[in-house]
């Protein structure tokens, strides 16, 4: 079992629809979760950070962490053609090597 | 200016041969990665350091040797390349919790 799963979609959704990306995670040492959004070509790009549970808000983006659950989603509000991309979740614990673990990563494409 | 910059940014190159990777931060970080990305865009971590000291190493063949001539600088040179090395190669660089990347070096072993 990986530490972190994702599925990778793809996924397809009109413009102006919510979307909603999801990761679990079985290591309850994770403290920090962030999402990155990667564009082909690119380097990973950090969209969002938060430290342990709750939410977090940033213009049409919000970020929540459950990790009662071990699971944590990015909501994307009124979608966007430029927000297709692949969005990676990524966490680590606050203790010991600092590495940051990836989940596989979702392809989403916003339709005009 | 760039964050992170690793050169160089396309690699095509033989097997058998060696090859080397450069990375640079200048973010004042003390802690630099380097990630391997798969066809599958699946992102796994090869090598940490932390102030030019290996923190992490995964289970990484012994051909690939990272050096860090201080800490923002974090090198990878392979050596005898194989088919099965052909994939992006991200170095990134952390505060204590948010790491921020490269734009990658695609390698492609002929």
């Known amino acids: 079992q990986k530490e972190v799963e994702q599925d990778p979609g793809p996924l397809s959704v009109p413009e102006g629809a919510i979307v909603s990306l999801n990761c679990t995670y079985s290591n309850s040492a994770f403290q920090y979760f962030m999402w990155y959004r990667q564009y082909s070509r690119k380097g990973p790009e950090l969209l969002m950070y938060?430290?342990?549970?709750g939410n977090k808000e940033d213009g049409r983006f919000t970020a929540q962490v459950d990790k009662s659950s071990k699971y944590i989603s990015l909501f994307i509000r009124d979608s966007q053609p430029s927000d297709s991309a692949t969005y990676l979740c990524a966490m680590r614990s606050d203790q010991g090597a600092q590495k940051l673990v990836f989940g596989q990563g979702t392809r989403l494409t916003i339709n005009p | 200016d760039t964050a992170v910059s690793q050169t160089p940014k396309y690699l095509v190159t033989q097997m058998g041969n060696d090859k080397s990777i450069k990375c640079e931060q200048n973010l004042g970080h003390d802690t630099m990665y380097w990630y391997k990305q798969d066809s599958k865009k699946f992102l796994k971590i090869m090598f940490s350091y932390n102030n030019k000291e290996l923190i992490i190493n995964e289970t990484v063949p012994n051909r690939f040797s990272p050096k860090s001539p201080d800490k923002a600088h974090l090198n990878l040179h392979i050596n005898s390349l194989e088919l099965g090395d052909s994939a992006v190669y991200f170095c990134a660089s952390s505060s204590y919790a948010e790491a921020f990347f490269g734009q990658g070096t695609r390698l492609t072993v002929v």
């Open positions: 938060t430290y342990s549970s």
